[in-house]
């Protein structure tokens, strides 16, 4: 599928991620209507050529594919079957793609509302970071039907290179909570290493350097280890965010009995990151909560 062959792509929620995707549609040559519900964030869309609807519902009236890249459960929910919402507008057969994390469960439902109508939803949640999405290497595990998939990935291809089928409609957000638990994982033993460094008033950024180039290498001690030795918290990934995707690990793993320690803990350190006043931080900044857990001020230097 060249971008000749479909007639228009749309795209709801110009966010961090949201942007640079639609971005990298119209640059590759495919026709976008987007919209943002507060509207100052499409203008960079429409400078680049895009046209601008005034909801998802006329949005969907243009498009036959329509990506969503929205905060959560609720946010994809009002996009997508709200009073201007894209149900609205859809023709049969239009596919839907939800690229934000939104939960498994709220996802399968999401996904039977439109398949009532002859709509599918496919959900096709990201890693990557901002970084990914500018560039178009994200990593993209999508779930739903196998044809949908096979129609939309000309477009994924644009957006990502690590492309999975994880399986049938909710998969893919399962596959995304899977990369939380363990990015959150990571990104506290990362925290917890660099606090310990600086404690021990030893470099921390000479430690990081040389963890880098052994079996503890990870994309969090790189990227979000050199955030936390600048103390840049720019988001990024906004710690609200981070906040939201552990619940939807904590809820899962209560409907399932799961055991997930590592998760609950993550999910609380993120809780009080958020109440200390950094909800719109990058989540790196969880290594503050450890250094207050540590007694350190969080930009003291090691020695005073
Ligand atoms: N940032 C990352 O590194 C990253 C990486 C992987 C996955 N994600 C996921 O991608 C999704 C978007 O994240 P982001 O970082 O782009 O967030 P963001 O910059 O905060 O953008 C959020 C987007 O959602 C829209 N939105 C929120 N509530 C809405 C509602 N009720 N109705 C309509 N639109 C609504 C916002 O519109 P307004 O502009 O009007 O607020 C904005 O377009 C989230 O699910 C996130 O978990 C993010």
């Not at 997930?260 to 900044?285: K, R, T, Y």
């Amino acid at each position: 599928m060249g971008s000749g062959d479909i007639v228009g792509i749309g795209f709801v929620g110009l966010g961090v991620m949201g942007q640079p995707m639609a971005l990298n549609l119209l640059r590759a040559g495919y026709p976008l209507t987007v919209y943002n519900r507060t509207a100052a964030r499409a203008a960079p869309l429409a400078e680049a050529g895009a046209s601008v609807a005034v909801s998802p519902r006329a949005v969907a009236a243009a498009s036959p594919v329509v990506f969503v890249n929205v905060a959560d459960d609720a946010a994809v929910e009002a996009v997508l079957f709200g009073p201007e919402g894209l149900v609205h507008g859809l023709a049969p057969e239009a596919v839907v793609v939800d690229m934000g994390t939104t939960s498994p469960a709220a996802t399968r439902a999401f996904a039977r509302r439109l398949a009532e109508r002859g709509c599918t939803l496919l959900d096709a949640p990201v890693s990557g970071g901002e970084a990914g999405a500018r560039a178009g290497t994200l990593s993209i595990m999508v779930g739903g039907p196998q044809a949908a998939f096979v129609r939309v990935l000309p477009l994924l291809e644009v957006l990502g290179r690590n492309i999975v089928h994880v399986g049938e409609s909710g998969a893919g957000q399962v596959a995304k909570a899977c990369n939380q638990i363990v990015v959150s994982a990571t990104l506290m033993g990362v925290a917890e290493a660099l606090t310990f460094a600086r404690r021990q008033g030893v470099d921390a950024a000479r430690v990081r350097e040389a963890l880098l180039g052994g079996f503890a290498y990870s994309r969090i001690l790189e990227v979000h280890g050199r955030r936390m030795l600048a103390g840049d918290y720019t988001p990024g990934f906004r710690a609200r965010l981070h906040q939201k995707d552990l619940g939807i690990v904590s809820r899962e793993a209560q409907a399932l009995n799961l055991a997930l320690p590592a998760s609950a803990l993550a999910a609380q350190l993120m809780n009080a990151l958020v109440a200390s006043g950094q909800a719109e931080a990058d989540s790196s900044a969880l290594v503050q909560v450890i250094e207050q857990l540590c007694g350190l001020a969080p930009d003291k230097p090691a020695d005073s």
